[in-house]
């Protein structure tokens, strides 16, 4: 709140609520839109309009079924409203609570970002309390772009989700205004034909009195005015509605096109992000000590000096944080590409080789994979998991 890009993101979404409210063909002729526009120093409703029905009332008509409708465009689209309505809804609380998650995570990294680098002032071993600081400044910048990532998720997608659960909600008290406007026909149409019966029996009596005759013709013109106000105003209410239906799912479905969109490029440049601060620390980390640092941790043929790669760990073989294979007895460490194997694993790598003096046995580049000439599958390459997404995350240009 308070930003520049707040101020332009409000101003925007005003204008664009009023571009559809003030080009709609019934509101640009209504007198209480008339008195929004034109009021300089606030607003307050001038002409109140009640709901054809409220309260209890309202919720026993919701429980019958609806009424016999000559439009199933209307008929069939309320369903619909109602699941969308819903499912916005929740999906709003839920990313809600993944806002409010992440940016409990954020504090958390914060705080333990500031823990690491106070490490830094106990650590006697130069290199590690280097890599203490680093690693704790790191963090606490992780912490902060996954703070400001739940701002924009709850700007882009939460936010919208919200509007458009309530526009729903709306167009679904809409439609049910009609369904009860229709099921008000019908009352008046039998109410119609009960006056016209009873005049009927008037006429066919033996005895007519003057007075009973002119209430029953009231009658019949009264009801028959009530059911001809109401035929029409069905057939108002149906045509523009119609219209509207067809422009508000068009609008609905573009407007929420238009917000996920954002939402997976917000979502992408944050883990890019995520991505460029966490290579940050990896020098540091290999330059603890002249073995490579943890890179090596659990691997053979140390070297006698320290050869680190600073490429891009991210690459197409996925995390080349280390191409030397670890050692073979059995540890089922993590692995991120390389290859558990015997001391012969690390001779396939595409990059020269180095031979070590204490030793005599070959290990590759830091930057050489053993999956090199290792046989793929043919759909690894499409295979979405951790390594390959952050691979295509670090390649990808939007």
Known sequence: MGTDEDETRTKTSLQRWLNVVCSNDVLMRDE?????VESDFGYSPVVRKRQPATGVRRKYLKQFAPPPDDTPELLDSRPIVKTFYLAAMDGQQKLDRVVRHRRSLGLAEADLGVK??????QETHPGLANAYRKLGRVIQNTGDFHSAQGTAEAASLSDPLAYHSSDAF????TLTNRHILLRELIQAQQATR???SAADRLKASSSVKRDKVDEAISALDEARSHESYLQQKTQRVTSNLLIEKRKWFARTAADLRTSIREYVLREIEAERRTLATLEQVRPDVRNIDASGGLSRLGRE???VARRSSMAASQGPKGDAWSGVPRRPDGLNRSISGS??????????GEEAEDVNEVTGRKRAESQSSSLARLAEEDDDADRVDARNAASRLAQTSF
């Open 339 to 348: 290859v558990m194997g015997g001391p012969g694993a690390a001779e396939g």
């Open 32 to 36: 209480e839109m008339v008195f929004f």
């Open 194 to 196: 009960s006056k016209l």
């Open 301 to 303: 043929a140390h070297p």
């Open 116 to 121: 690491f680098a106070a490490l830094q002032a």
């Open 170 to 173: 709306i167009v679904k008290e």
